[in-house]
């Protein structure tokens, strides 16, 4: 299978860092990507991993290690709109099936 | 707004029915994507069309089905509707159906929410 497992709710308190970790079976493995999504709305694209490391983007960094099956997605200076579930999904396979881990609910305190 | 189109929005109906979910996809994408979110639960990979093709299937249930238009819009049909059945459906698309260049972005839908009594 291509299990995804995060964590399924983290606390975190405004202006903090918080770091999501998500673990994946790495058999047929393309990349991993990190989605927002708000209650009720639409996942939106945050980030995408295919090498080895960590890419930046502002706020929210992303890292892949391949070998060990292993990803996070970090916030910075956490604000209080940050507060979602955050999903990790890994594309598997020669058409890229997206398969979506269960997400992370944040809850950003004052 | 996305640019990828969903409709209904709601849509609330009886045990044993049938629906139709239709999707058009962001202008200029190929590829079609349904996805079922329950309660609390994460998104279940449904199927994917790529060009009018199917090209991957998830744990769909033989009660759904699905297609993609020459116009590229797609529909996702859900028969003999249960209770279970209730939740938010994406449809996503993207350009391509293949990783091409590594990143196959997904642009999802609002969802159409289907609540079954």
């Known amino acids: 299978g291509q299990n995804i497992d995060q964590p399924t709710e983290m606390t975190a308190t405004e202006g903090a860092i918080v770091q999501i970790n998500c673990t994946y079976q790495t058999s047929g493995f393309n990349g991993l990507f990190w989605y927002q999504q708000h209650a009720g709305e639409a996942p939106t694209f945050l980030s995408y991993n295919v090498l080895d490391g960590l890419e930046e983007k502002g706020r929210f960094s992303s890292f892949l290690s391949r070998s060990k099956g292993y990803s996070y997605l970090l916030l910075k200076e956490l604000q209080m709109k940050d507060s979602a579930s955050y999903l990790c999904a890994g594309g598997f396979g020669g058409y890229n099936k997206l398969i979506f881990g269960a997400g992370t609910r944040l809850a950003v305190h004052p | 707004d996305s640019g990828v189109t969903q409709t209904p929005k709601h849509l609330i109906t009886a045990t044993g029915q049938r629906v139709t979910l239709r999707c058009s996809p962001r202008s200029g994408d190929l590829s079609v994507y349904w996805y079922q979110q329950s309660l609390d639960q994460g998104l279940q990979f449904l199927i994917q069309?790529?060009?009018?093709?199917?090209?991957a299937k998830g744990n769909i249930l033989e009660r759904f089905s699905a297609q993609q238009f020459p116009d590229l819009h797609s529909e996702l049909n859900l028969s003999s509707l249960e209770l279970g059945d209730s939740a938010l459906y994406f449809c996503?698309?993207?350009?391509?159906?293949?990783?091409?260049?590594?990143?196959?972005?997904?642009?999802f839908g609002a969802g159409s929410r289907l609540t079954v009594l």
């Open positions: 069309y790529y060009n009018g093709e199917e090209r």
């Open positions: 996503a698309s993207s350009v391509v159906g293949e990783p091409i260049s590594g990143a196959n972005v997904l642009t």
